[in-house]
């Protein structure tokens, strides 16, 4: 006797449009986070945290930032992702010139 063995298997694919009303940051899911987070353009995640959106696309391409990008070809960034970028850049610079400052002043000494 012949035996018959049936498998099942269930993909399943979350897709998420996103959609934010002028350019606002909104809330969607961030797969590097595995959480919900805001998202933003990056024109509008460059004004929030003051710098060009050229060092977001800087950011993007050297993978140094979690981002999606929508069905039409729209890049969403992760500002959970630049908010720890920004601060461990902004850690880095403020070291940096404490470093700088204790040279400068143990040659006045």
Known sequence: MKRIVKTEVVIEQDEILVVGKNGEPILGW????????NLASPET???IFGITP????RLVEADRLHFSETALGNLQICLISLADNFSVNLIKKISSNNQNKGDNNSEKV
Do not use: F, S, T
Not at 30 to 37: I, K, L, N, Q, T
Not at 54 to 57: E, L
């Open 54 to 57: 050229r060092a977001i696309y």
């Open 45 to 47: 995640a460059a004004k």
């Open 30 to 37: 961030c797969g590097d986070c595995r959480a919900e987070v």
